[in-house]
């Protein structure tokens, strides 16, 4: 018979799969960090009687979904709050007083530590964090989050890269811890010439690594009147993206990027807010996940993406906060909620949307950095997957009633900020209020 110790059986009101439909009074069964059984708590509950298996139960009295995967943040600037609680006419207005605190002296470790806490009280377990001083590179696997670390490159001219760039970001790239996951991103289109643009996906894919982008976040990148975005453009031998808009193609940057070989199953992008229809198009044909951090557009006084569009479309959608720098705080379901707002606005009046933007906050994240799959996929609630859990209340939810399902997840989608109560990585409990 197996030791009690050996399986925990965490049980909730509502338990939401997000690979399955959700379910009133479900279960989830974990052993060694693994999802041994979900489903309905009694059907799980007699299954494991009937295999003489004892478990030790904790009852989460509201929901539970798989653990939250912040698909693009810096971590590191968690200690640059001052900037994020601001509200800036435009990306340059927000860079002038971003660079003035960044230049101060940071201790980038303790406060990337500080903000990957902040992430785990708030349900996330997995995270895509870009990284640009060194000392915040271990913070992942140190503070137990799963997810990628991505070194970040921008800045090199074609010379330099040649000169020195290509062995220096290899160098750099081999200094990533390998656990949880290692990756490059390059920047965006507007800080790096063509040459490293075309090179670093090169790099990364030669190691079966991946790769992560800021990409339509400013004005600058949305397709522009002047020559056709069909016309040979590529064959032009451009230094830079600043040199095809200098020469008057009006080519998007995400056109542009496609054109380098960017894009891929193996690469997402965050933002997307300056995309056309053609360029939502590309990323779906690239197999490429797109990131939205609404609360950060706004703060910095950009558009809020097409929401809407995407999930009209079909597109592969996940959900990141940035970082305090940029946003009020590192609670993705506040992310999730403004979603919600502007989809509305948008006029997305499908009765889908709570779901798929839950999805999107969780197994949309793990697409997203290929984390889905594999021996340790995770975002989702199934069997063998890692028991990455994260359990909010939902006491002002009456589930018994016969909308009871649909209400919680509203409740979730629209007002989730705040509510998490137990976070569980790998099936060792990392954050838990007493009142749960």
Known sequence: ??????????????????????????????????????????????????????????????????GLV??????????????????????????????AVYERPHDWHADAVAGAQQMIRAGITSVADIVTDAEALPVLGETGLGGITYWEVMSWTNEDWAARGRELIITELDRIPPVPGAGLSPHAPYSLDTEPLLEIPDIVRARGLRTHLHLGESAFEGERPGTAPGDPWRFAKLESFQSL????????????????????????????????????????????????????????????PPVAAYLREGSAVAVGTDSLSSSPSLDLMADVSALVRIARAQGYAD???????????????????????????????????????????????????????????????????????????AGETSAAKEDE
């Open 1 to 66: 018979m197996t030791d009690v110790s050996d399986i925990t059986l965490y049980s909730a009101r509502l338990v939401v799969p997000m690979t399955a439909p959700a379910m009133r009074d479900g279960a989830v069964a974990v052993r060694h960090g693994r999802i041994l059984r979900v489903g309905e708590r009694a059907w799980v509950r007699d299954m494991l009687a009937d295999r003489g298996e004892r478990f030790e139960e904790i009852r989460i009295e509201g929901a539970l979904l798989p």
């Open 70 to 99: 912040n698909a693009h943040s810096h971590l590191q600037y968690s200690g640059m709050a001052e900037v994020g609680q601001g509200r800036y006419a435009g990306f340059d207005d927000w860079a002038d007083a971003f660079d």
């Open 245 to 304: 808009r200098a020469a008057g193609f009006g080519a998007s940057a995400t056109e542009f990027v496609d054109q380098l070989g960017v894009l891929g199953p193996d690469c997402h992008v965050a933002h997307g807010v300056y995309m056309t229809a053609a360029d939502r198009a590309l990323l779906r044909a690239r197999g490429t996940s797109v990131a939205l951090c609404p609360r950060s557009n706004d703060v910095i006084g950009l558009d809020a």
């Open 351 to 425: 009765r889908d949307l709570h779901e798929r933007l839950l999805s999107a906050a969780t197994l949309g994240g793990a697409h997203a950095m290929g984390i889905d799959v594999g021996p340790d996929r995770t975002g989702y609630l199934a069997v063998g997957a890692r028991a990455d859990l994260a359990c909010f209340r939902l006491d002002d939810v009456d589930l018994g009633q016969e909308a009871g399902v649909a209400d919680g997840l509203a409740a979730l989608a629209e007002d989730g900020a705040g509510r998490a109560i137990r976070t569980v990585i």
